[in-house]
């Protein structure tokens, strides 16, 4: 072979192995067609050769940053990200060159949680049929994560952004959806929504491994976990594969549906939920907004252990800060642990966020809850946040309970009075304790000038 034929081939097979082995990748949220968290410090990652150079170039600033690849062949860059806007470029330059194209700034919020949150709007849902042929939202982006366990952290997962349209609007959560279209409608500005969410897994399997190791209650709760056949039921095993990957983006916030799977150790479940929303603040480094949907009323196998979850839940909303409840038993379906109005679910969650957080709307978005008692003698006056307007459902019985010190429960009598509700009891001379709505398939009674429902209670601990 002559020694310009043995040239060719030396630089053949030299760029081959620059293309083929040292190219410049993405993580799976670093794509084309994504959202990023407007006025933020954003970061970009991803993998190459180690010591490799690599250049990141942003069409909304023109601005150039660089770096260099560590031993192990990780780099990453922070860039400022504008107000909302779009569509922009990213060029991402190493041994290799990438651009990203079609890229918003927006709002990027998490979906997560179990099957309520996983349902897609082809699903069987309440006007979903209908609202499929009108998806077609290009300033809202998708992002399905695929459903996947291990017993060890992931650094990247499976998915894509997409555009939302119909074809792919379909499959999607139908609650994320319908809480993406109402932001950007309220907002008019890009949308990012990330749909992480799998039927049948408890909290403790969104929750990192080193948490249950610091929190004894925490590991009695996953003892009282049974295996499923429909979902991990391991504690992190799936954060170590559906949240642990999405940790180096900047979002605006969570949105969470989930409780069902853990009416087998609902005693447990403000401990459990509280430290969840814990654990993803410190893996954020920052105390992410986080709004969630109380469980809906349904024919559980056991006595009281769906109403014991709606409890923990709202105990949760009172212990945590920065969080928000919407309560949804008027929609619920005691005969279908899957409510089909998950129009109204989304829509209410997103009026919480649009009030609580972007202070976009002023009016009444939350449900009447508990903020005390006042006793006098045999009769006792219950008051609420959110009672503006507070009514009963025209002819329907009372579903408030009181009992004395040993804790036994009578059914008593209930009346509104200056927004508070006065209830009394013949059989219990002597009230200490007072509950509402307690009982799997209990439906609220009670709203407010909203409409919306009254959350179930119970002033002694259960």
């Known amino acids: 072979m002559n020694s ?51 250049e990141i170039r942003t069409s909304w600033n023109g601005q150039v940053i660089r770096t260099v690849t560590d031993s192990h062949a990780n780099w990453s860059i922070q860039v400022m990200t504008p107000e909302a806007g779009g ?79 119909p074809e792919t609007a379909k499959d999607f959560s139908a609650v994320g959806y319908f809480f993406a279209k109402q932001l950007q409608e309220n907002l008019k500005i890009p949308v990012g929504i990330i749909n992480s969410s799998w039927g049948g897994t408890p909290a403790e399997a969104w929750i990192p491994a080193k948490y249950f190791i610091a929190k004894d209650s925490l590991h009695e709760a996953s003892e009282k976990l049974e295996p499923q056949p429909w979902g991990p039921q391991k504690p992190a095993f799936v954060y170590n594969t559906m949240i642990h990957p999405l940790r180096n983006i900047q979002i605006a916030g969570v949105i969470w549906y989930q409780g069902e799977a853990n009416v087998i150790n609902a005693n447990y479940y403000d401990h459990v939920f509280s430290q969840l929303i814990a654990s993803w603040r410190d893996i954020w480094k920052q105390e992410l907004p986080f709004y969630y949907v109380q469980i809906a009323p349904f024919a559980y196998g056991q006595p009281e252990e769906g109403v014991l979850v709606r409890e923990a839940q709202r105990r949760v909303l009172q212990q945590v800060r920065n969080t928000g409840m919407v309560v949804i038993s008027d929609i619920a379906d005691v005969e279908d642990i899957h409510p089909k109005e998950k129009l109204e679910v989304g829509n ?45 459902e025209p002819n329907s019985e009372s579903l408030f309970e009181l009992a004395g010190a040993d804790g036994i429960f009578f059914h008593a009598r209930a009346r509104i009075r200056d927004e508070r509700v006065l209830v009394v009891s013949s059989e219990v001379k002597a009230p200490v304790y007072v509950r509402f709505a307690w009982g799997n398939t209990s439906l609220s009674n009670l709203f407010n000038a909203a409409g919306l429902p009254a959350s179930s209670f119970s002033t002694l601990r259960p």
Not at 14 to 32: E, K, M, Q
Not at 125 to 132: H, Q
Not at 153 to 163: A, H, N
């Open 4 to 54: 310009s034929l043995k040239l060719i081939l030396t630089c053949s097979l030299a760029l081959y192995f620059v293309s083929g082995w040292c190219n410049i990748t993405l993580p799976s949220l670093v794509s084309s067609d994504m959202v990023l968290q407007r006025n933020s410090e954003i970061r970009l990652w991803g993998w190459g050769e180690p010591l490799e150079k690599v």
């Open 87 to 165: 569509p922009y470029e990213i060029k991402i330059s190493g041994y290799n060159q990438i651009l990203l194209k079609n890229v918003m700034i927006g709002e990027v919020w998490i979906c997560s949680g179990q099957s309520n949150m996983q349902w897609p709007l082809s699903g069987g849902v309440n006007r979903g049929e209908e609202e499929i042929p009108s998806a077609n939202l290009p300033d809202i982006r998708l992002f399905q994560v695929v459903r996947k366990s291990s017993e060890a952290e992931q650094i990247d997962l499976r998915g894509k952004w997409q555009v939302c349209r």
């Open 348 to 392: 209410r969650l997103a009026r919480m966020v649009l009030k609580k957080h972007y202070k976009a709307l002023d009016e009444l978005v939350e449900s009447p809850m508990l903020s005390g008692i006042e006793i006098q003698k045999n009769k006792v006056y219950v008051e609420f946040d959110h009672c503006e307007g507070l009514y009963f």
